[in-house]
Protein backbone atom coordinates (compact mmCIF):
# COMPACT_ATOMS: atom_id res chain seq x y z
CA UNK A 1 0.00 0.00 0.00
CA UNK A 2 1.47 3.11 -0.69
CA UNK A 3 1.49 6.22 1.24
CA UNK A 4 1.85 9.86 0.20
CA UNK A 5 3.30 12.87 2.07
CA UNK A 6 2.96 16.35 1.04
CA UNK A 7 5.75 19.03 1.90
CA UNK A 8 6.68 22.10 0.67
CA UNK A 9 3.67 24.39 1.55
CA UNK A 10 3.67 28.20 3.45
CA UNK A 11 3.55 31.53 3.38
CA UNK A 12 4.43 33.34 -0.06
CA UNK A 13 3.47 36.82 -1.43
CA UNK A 14 1.75 37.58 -4.41
CA UNK A 15 4.31 36.74 -7.39
CA UNK A 16 6.38 34.71 -4.78
CA UNK A 17 7.30 30.66 -5.87
CA UNK A 18 6.71 27.59 -4.07
CA UNK A 19 8.53 24.39 -4.80
CA UNK A 20 5.95 21.27 -3.15
CA UNK A 21 7.08 17.93 -2.94
CA UNK A 22 5.34 14.64 -2.75
CA UNK A 23 7.60 11.64 -1.78
CA UNK A 24 6.12 8.05 -1.99
CA UNK A 25 6.31 5.45 0.31
CA UNK A 26 5.51 1.31 0.13
CA UNK A 27 4.06 -0.32 -3.38
CA UNK A 28 4.67 0.81 -6.71
CA UNK A 29 5.28 4.22 -8.41
CA UNK A 30 7.35 4.19 -11.17
CA UNK A 31 4.37 2.81 -13.75
CA UNK A 32 1.14 5.03 -12.25
CA UNK A 33 0.57 8.16 -12.90
CA UNK A 34 0.92 11.39 -10.41
CA UNK A 35 -1.86 14.67 -10.13
CA UNK A 36 -2.02 17.36 -7.95
CA UNK A 37 -5.12 18.81 -7.03
CA UNK A 38 -5.66 21.67 -4.64
CA UNK A 39 -8.96 22.55 -2.24
CA UNK A 40 -9.73 26.49 -1.62
CA UNK A 41 -12.26 26.80 1.97
CA UNK A 42 -15.24 26.40 0.97
CA UNK A 43 -14.70 24.61 -2.52
CA UNK A 44 -14.52 21.79 -4.38
CA UNK A 45 -11.15 20.15 -4.65
CA UNK A 46 -10.01 20.86 -8.23
CA UNK A 47 -7.75 19.52 -10.75
CA UNK A 48 -3.36 21.37 -11.24
CA UNK A 49 -1.46 19.09 -12.60
CA UNK A 50 -0.94 15.43 -13.47
CA UNK A 51 2.08 13.88 -14.87
CA UNK A 52 2.07 10.54 -16.52
CA UNK A 53 4.04 7.28 -15.46
CA UNK A 54 7.39 8.20 -17.15
CA UNK A 55 7.13 11.44 -16.66
CA UNK A 56 6.99 12.34 -20.81
CA UNK A 57 3.67 13.78 -20.69
CA UNK A 58 2.23 16.50 -18.33
CA UNK A 59 -1.27 18.38 -18.28
CA UNK A 60 -2.24 21.29 -16.14
CA UNK A 61 -5.11 23.18 -15.09
CA UNK A 62 -6.37 26.18 -17.51
CA UNK A 63 -5.58 28.40 -14.44
CA UNK A 64 -1.86 27.55 -13.69
CA UNK A 65 -1.16 26.45 -16.74
CA UNK A 66 2.27 28.35 -17.68
CA UNK A 67 3.08 29.41 -13.91
CA UNK A 68 3.30 25.68 -12.54
CA UNK A 69 5.11 23.06 -13.57
CA UNK A 70 4.95 19.17 -12.67
CA UNK A 71 8.04 16.73 -12.46
CA UNK A 72 8.84 13.13 -10.74
CA UNK A 73 11.76 10.97 -10.29
CA UNK A 74 10.75 7.72 -10.41
CA UNK A 75 13.90 6.57 -8.73
CA UNK A 76 13.23 8.26 -5.64
CA UNK A 77 9.33 8.10 -5.62
CA UNK A 78 8.77 11.73 -5.86
CA UNK A 79 6.98 14.28 -7.54
CA UNK A 80 7.37 17.91 -7.75
CA UNK A 81 5.04 20.91 -8.41
CA UNK A 82 6.97 24.19 -8.98
CA UNK A 83 4.75 27.14 -8.78
CA UNK A 84 5.71 30.67 -10.40
CA UNK A 85 3.86 33.91 -9.95
CA UNK A 86 1.87 32.61 -7.42
CA UNK A 87 -1.73 34.48 -6.77
CA UNK A 88 -4.01 35.42 -3.75
CA UNK A 89 -6.77 32.50 -5.55
CA UNK A 90 -3.93 29.65 -5.58
CA UNK A 91 -4.21 29.93 -1.90
CA UNK A 92 -5.41 26.66 -1.08
CA UNK A 93 -4.60 22.72 0.94
CA UNK A 94 -2.59 21.07 -2.34
CA UNK A 95 -3.34 17.38 -2.23
CA UNK A 96 -0.55 14.87 -4.50
CA UNK A 97 -2.39 11.72 -5.82
CA UNK A 98 -2.14 8.33 -7.60
CA UNK A 99 -4.10 6.78 -10.09
CA UNK A 100 -5.76 3.64 -9.40
CA UNK A 101 -4.20 1.47 -11.70
CA UNK A 102 -0.73 1.75 -13.63
CA UNK A 103 -0.02 3.65 -16.99
CA UNK A 104 -3.32 5.85 -17.19
CA UNK A 105 -3.60 8.73 -19.14
CA UNK A 106 -2.81 12.54 -17.50
CA UNK A 107 -6.10 13.58 -18.64
CA UNK A 108 -7.86 11.45 -15.88
CA UNK A 109 -10.37 12.67 -13.87
CA UNK A 110 -10.24 12.56 -10.14
CA UNK A 111 -12.12 9.43 -9.84
CA UNK A 112 -9.22 7.34 -11.20
CA UNK A 113 -7.15 8.33 -8.08
CA UNK A 114 -7.49 6.69 -5.02
CA UNK A 115 -4.25 7.15 -3.21
CA UNK A 116 -4.09 10.52 -1.43
CA UNK A 117 -1.81 12.61 0.65
CA UNK A 118 -3.08 14.46 3.85
CA UNK A 119 -2.05 17.75 1.87
CA UNK A 120 -0.28 20.69 2.61
CA UNK A 121 -1.38 24.44 2.99
CA UNK A 122 -0.29 26.96 0.35
CA UNK A 123 -1.29 30.45 1.11
CA UNK A 124 -0.31 33.60 -1.41
CA UNK A 125 -0.75 36.95 0.73
CA UNK A 126 -1.79 40.20 -1.29
Known amino acids: QVQLVESGGGLVQVGGSLRLSCVAS????????MAWFRQAPGKERTFVAAINWDGRAAYYGDSVRGRFTVSRENAEKTMSLQMNSLKPEDTAVYYC???????????????????WGQGTQVTVSS
Open 97 to 115: AKQNRPFGGSRLGPGHYGT
Open 26 to 33: GGTFSTYT
